[in-house]
């Protein structure tokens, strides 16, 4: 990669390497005092008042920089609060793992801020660009630094003691600015980037659906059908089903009872006489795989009874759907098991649907993606803070072909 500047040094810092020979290597302490923020409750919210950043927010809300405030507090109770001034650094206290602990954000609020417990904030003493601080200070260098400063077991505490040793390289104040505002411009242009990626995703999971639906309640469009040697424009007929609409007028109505068998797995870790080693395919390997495959090597490892593997051993072409959810929208959700094995069993809030003659098994996995199958088993889920399927509701599902 070409170098920007005519010569570079070494910084004698392992997490930051070479930098511009004219840069400063500076220690946090050395560019400002440190003390903990304190405050009061999420109680305190209110619609308008002062805005109010929390420990939570570093994590989930602001990346480099506070622009905006989540929370904001009536100024009756600002004073329980610590106020931030505009630029200061703020790092969370305390984390789940040593990857995020310290995360922090460069306050660039001009208006009067305040923040709540669990927050640890450097003001800066002297002078530097609180865009490029922002940046620097949660770089990846730096958030390796912090890494290794947490401390505890199942909950990670840093404290200010250990981040006044985190060292950043320091440009002069004219060149922080400068490189703050590419920062600032580059990261807007990739963000964009982003959003306009994740609707095109969007757009193709919602094309795809469609397509889905279309093509499994009325048949393939025009141009394949004559590929296929079908007829490009069937006639229609009701199918006597709202889901389904019309349909293909040599197609025929069937209930998933009567074209496959339909069961729910209870096999999970819990210790029986006679248990034997397996692998179970669980709620989530079916939620966030298309395919099924027992050599992928990452599925539980469990115990069941023979009678238990017998009843609920895979085979290739069973179709598995999740069977409940605290989310309706995720009942129901299909998975095709494309490669099995002796010792690998379907576990618990799972379903099997085990497709027979007529219906083929890739078709039926098909079926239950789009609307007209899926939608029918959401609406048949019972239950109030969790969403369940009735086998029967499963079993009267319909399907054309």
Known sequence: MRQSYAAYRNSAVDWVGRIPEHWQIMDLGRIGS?????????????????????????????????????????PDRAAVYTQIQYGDLLLAGSGETLEEIGKSAANLLREPAFCGGDVVICRPEVEIDATFLGYAADCAPSRHQKSGMGRGVTVMHIYSSELKKLTIAVPPLEEQAQIGAFLDSETARIDKLI???????????????????RVLTKGLPPEAAEVAGLDPAPHLKDSGVAWLGEVPQHWRLHRLKHIATYRTSNVDKKSVDSELPVRLCNYTDVYYRGSIRASDGEFM????????????????????????????????????????????????????????????????????????????LQISASGVTRYGLLNASVENGRFAF
């Open 301 to 376: 490892r469990a115990i069941a009874t023979p009678r238990e593997i017998a009843r609920f051993k895979l085979r290739r072409g069973d179709v598995l759907i999740t069977k409940d959810s605290e989310d309706w929208r995720d009942i129901a959700v299909p998975a095709l098991v494309v490669e099995s094995a002796d010792d690998f069993v379907c576990g618990y809030h799972v379903g099997i649907v085990r497709p027979s003659l007529p219906l083929d098994a890739r078709f039926a996995y098909r079926a239950m993606q789009s609307e007209a199958v899926n939608r029918q």
């Open 195 to 213: 959003s306009m990626q994740e609707l095109l995703s969007e757009r193709l999971d919602e094309y795809r659906t469609a397509l889905i639906t």
């Open 34 to 74: 440190f003390f903990k923020g304190g405050g009061g409750t999420k109680a305190d919210e209110t619609e308008e008042g002062h805005p109010c950043v929390r420990y939570g927010d570093l994590y989930t809300r602001h990346d480099f920089h506070i622009r905006e405030s989540r929370s904001r507090i009536n």
